[in-house]
């Protein structure tokens, strides 16, 4: 059945009067995607990767990774890597033990809002001296470099297997003087700053770095995701298809492309399913009419757009007697993992709903049939969320569909992924119905777990073995 004609019993609010139901109503309306209305966004999707692999300067970027190899599985050896996401940063050691197994050694620093606006590249090298320091791994002036795998959760046009320059920030950072520079360069400067003898081997996205963990366990692993607090994809790409592509084609034939997918829709807002509350999160966030599509699905800005619902309703009076608090006025008072438990809560009094209405945001009294509809807000956003990440999944599959015939591996890593509630089921469920059956069941979707980590190192490790 269409999920637009699914309103039915789910989305009725016992108790409510016929204004709060038909409030509910037009939210199901807004938020639940028929599968003609996801096909029509899977073909401009597809469009928008064609145009990105035949030049520069289109909406998805398909950045070359330089990332030419697969791993065998079999390599050993330790190598260091750094993982910068939106939230927190890690300095690891990466020790490859053949047969696909690795093992980390990692510290991990959460990112001060003085890094997130001003200090992020000396606030990295702090952090890697800090990990050297306390396991006795320092290199001293006559030592050889250590070699670093980088993995770098923004958009960069790369230049290299280790340089790439920075083309904008995303997930709430915006650090002055970085965009148009090397990356690699602005953290070698501050390695140096403090006497570091560190040398970054390979830049890459934090989908490459998990493209690459899921290929060294598993040779059939082809694309990898990242559902978190951001999205994006990588994929191994036929060098052919590659048209902007201006080096020597590798060996290989092929090449890891970091498609920023994030960005899909962006600057026309024509295509994704915009309602009023995306387009207020939109007006108000660091970068309005950026990053369209990670708007939508990513665990940063969910949070953000049921606030902005719960707010809609409140002043029609049609939720919590159209009251709110200093917390609920608050842009990103309402964390995305507050929906994940609203979409959980079976309890007869929905008791935790209860604790994020009354406790967390600060706005008392709540009436029982505000916590069924605060939950059916949950459920929307979330599923919503979960069936919009399917057309990437299905563009990127059908993009080199001949892979379809065998067994291939999809890598995800993100807490959208792995912990919000029927989020992996409802993705897989909904890309079942764009894929033959006869090749959807070669699909195996993984997660993922520290991919961006064990990936860098990895990827140091065949950066240093093809210098």
């Known amino acids: 059945m269409d999920s637009t004609q699914q309103l039915g019993a789910r989305y009725r609010v016992e108790g409510a009067t016929a204004a709060q139901q038909e409030a509910v109503d037009v939210l199901a309306r807004q938020f639940l995607l028929s599968d003609e209305r996801l096909g029509e ?16 300067g289109t909406m998805l970027k398909m950045v070359p990774s330089y990332v030419v190899w697969r791993p065998t599985g079999e390599e050993t050896g ?62 001293a002036a006559t030592d050889p470099h250590l070699s670093f795998g980088f993995t770098f959760s923004y958009p960069i046009d790369q230049t290299s297997i280790n340089s790439g320059t920075l083309i904008h920030w995303t997930k709430g950072l915006d650090v002055p003087g970085c965009v148009g520079r090397d ?62 592509w201006k080096g020597a084609d590798p060996a290989s034939g092929e090449m890891v492309v970091s498609m ?37 699905i990513s665990g940063m800005y969910l949070g953000e757009i049921a606030r902005n619902i ?22 990103w008072a309402l964390d995305t993992s507050y929906l994940s438990s609203a ?41 919503r969320a979960a069936r919009l990440s399917a057309v990437g999944l299905v563009a990127t599959l059908t993009k080199r569909a001949e892979m379809l015939n065998r067994p291939i591996t999809v890598a995800i890593d993100g807490s959208m992924y792995e912990h919000y509630p029927g989020f992996d089921r409802i993705m897989a469920e909904t890309a079942s119905h764009f894929i033959p059956e006869s090749q959807f069941k070669n699909i195996r979707f993984s997660l993922a777990r520290d991919g961006s980590g064990i990936g860098a190192g990895v990827i140091a490790m065949l950066a240093t073995q093809h210098q």
């Open 41 to 56: 966004i899977i073909k401009e999707f597809r469009r928008r990767m064609e145009a990105g692999l035949a030049s520069d």
């Open 78 to 139: 330790a190598y260091f890597a750094i993982d910068l996401g939106g939230t927190n940063l890690r300095v690891m050691r990466v020790t490859l033990e053949g047969n696909g197994r690795a093992t980390l050694l990692h510290q991990k620093f959460a990112l001060p809002e003085e890094a997130k606006t001003r200090t992020l590249f000396d606030f990295i090298a702090q952090c890697v001296e800090t990990f050297l320091d306390d396991h006795n791994m320092r290199p």
């Open 183 to 244: 990356v690699v360069r602005l953290l070698e400067d501050a390695l140096l700053r403090l006497g570091l003898r560190v040398k970054v081997a390979a830049v890459v996205s934090d989908t490459v770095s998990t493209l690459l963990s899921a290929a060294y366990s598993d040779p059939a692993a082809q694309i990898g995701v990242i559902f978190g607090t951001g999205t994006n994809a990588a994929y191994y790409e036929d060098v052919t298809s590659l048209a902007k």
């Open 260 to 296: 920023e997918w994030g960005a899909f829709d962006s600057h026309e807002l024509a295509t994704l399913p915009f309602t009023p509350h995306d387009i207020k999160l939109d007006r108000k966030s660091l970068n309005p009419r950026e990053q369209a599509y990670e708007k939508m």
């Open 310 to 331: 719960v707010l809609w309703l409140a002043d029609q009076r049609l939720l919590l007697d159209g009251r709110s608090s200093t917390i609920l006025n608050a842009m």
């Open 343 to 383: 979409a959980v809560d079976d309890s007869p009094d929905l008791s935790a709903i209860r604790q994020v209405i009354e406790k967390t945001l600060n706005v008392p009294d709540s009436t029982l049939v505000d916590r069924r509809i605060f939950k059916i807000v949950a459920i929307l956003v979330g599923e």
